[in-house]
């Protein structure tokens, strides 16, 4: 049996609340390929009901972030905030859920 079809045969959906962590650069530009490809892992994951947990700065983690918040789901960033500039860089992500972000 794979991994798939066991997800599909479960009574609920798959991911129903479940967290996903996604970590990756934060270089990555709107221009790269897989900006767009993240993105779409992020609509993906919030549509079957998974939680993202990022760890809260651009790039990738930005695209994964965006996708799953425009599809309706809920996103966790959890940056390490070594300054001011970090804390503020995580605010100014709206996609994320305000009462979760921390800085860690």
């Known amino acids: ?3 798939n079809s066991h997800v599909n045969d479960s009574k609920r959906s798959a991911g129903h609340g479940l967290e996903v962590g996604v970590l990756g650069s934060a270089r990555l530009t709107e221009n790269d390929g897989w900006w767009a490809r993240a993105h779409k ?4 994951l919030a549509a079957e009901g ?3 947990v990022t760890g809260g700065y651009g790039g990738l983690m930005a695209a994964v972030s965006r996708g799953a918040h425009e599809t309706g ?4 960033g959890l940056p390490r905030a070594e300054s001011v500039e970090c804390r503020l860089a995580l605010v100014e992500q709206l996609w994320y859920a305000p009462e979760r ?3 860690l």
Do not use: K, P
């Open 1 to 3: 049996m794979s991994y």
């Open 41 to 44: 892992l992020g609509t993906l």
């Open 50 to 52: 998974f939680v993202l």
């Open 73 to 76: 789901g809920r996103v966790i």
């Open 101 to 103: 972000a921390l800085a």
